[in-house]
T-cell receptor
Framework: QVQVVQSGAAVKKPGASGKVSCKATGHSFNTFGINWVRQAPGQGLEWLGW????????KYAQPLQGRITVTTDTSTTTAYMELRSLRSDDSAVYYCVITVTTNSLVYWGQGTLITVSS | YELTQPPSVAVSPGQTAKITCSGDVLTQQFAYWFQQKPGQAPLLVIY???ERPSGIPERFTGSSSGTTLTLTISGVQAGDEAAYFC??????????FGGGTMLTVL
């Protein structure tokens, strides 16, 4: 069983950067596809980006290009998502979502609330 | 949203709920269904269009026909009340979601 544990909630000022971590255990880290998804209060799910921890390849949602960076540290089986130049409409719960590529099962982290407020 | 879902579905306990998800990408890529209860992270209930993870009741089944995916919940229980989201990928590999369907158990 894959376990996904994310960092805690944070409050950021407009223009600042925010970084969320996601530690995944229970299966080989190199068999994961790691996606980041956010959900604004009362809204649906928005895909933000993806990383393949085996080779570091990334892909980002077009609206966030230039503001988002997703990385991994294979030594600690941890993924990171950094969003820069934060705005009030970036306030949301951010989820780390792990797909095990060998069997297509999908596991979500518990979510991290990022609030952008002056 | 690239995938279209009805905003809400309401059924009485014991009845069958059907939630649809439509989109052109569904003819090319597998799709997934997630259940989300208030204050919780989404939970996988169907993957690869029709497969059910261990621990998900057999009451949950998925089917696919052309550009439409259907999640069927038989013998609906009060605990099934939740938002349900479908998810797939476009031709570039970017994830796409449906807007979500709120299942209400009357």
């Amino acid at each position: 069983q894959v376990q996904v544990v994310q960092s805690g909630a944070a409050v950021k000022k407009p223009g600042a950067s925010g970084k969320v971590s996601c530690k995944a255990t229970g299966h080989s880290f190199n068999t994961f596809g790691i996606n980041w998804v956010r959900q604004a209060p009362g809204q649906g799910l928005e895909w933000l980006g993806w990383i393949n921890p085996k080779n570091g390849n990334t892909k980002y949602a077009q609206p966030l290009q230039g503001r988002i960076t997703v990385t991994t540290d294979t030594s600690t089986t941890t993924a990171y998502m950094e969003l820069r130049s934060l705005r009030s409409d970036d306030s949301a719960v951010y989820y780390c979502v792990i797909t095990v590529t060998t069997n297509s099962l999908v596991y979500w982290g518990q979510g991290t609330l990022i609030t952008v407020s002056s | 949203y690239e995938l279209t879902q009805p905003p809400s579905v309401a059924v009485s306990p014991g009845q069958t709920a059907k939630i649809t998800c439509s989109g052109d990408v569904l003819t090319q890529q597998f799709a997934y269904w997630f259940q989300q209860k208030p204050g919780q992270a989404p939970l996988l209930v169907i993957y690869r269009d029709t497969e059910r993870p261990s621990g998900i009741p057999e009451r949950f089944t998925g089917s696919s026909s052309g550009t439409t995916l259907t999640l069927t919940i038989s013998g609906v229980q009060a605990g099934d009340e939740a938002a349900y989201f479908c998810q797939s990928s476009d031709s570039s590999g970017s994830w796409v979601f449906g807007g979500g369907t709120m299942l209400t158990v009357l």
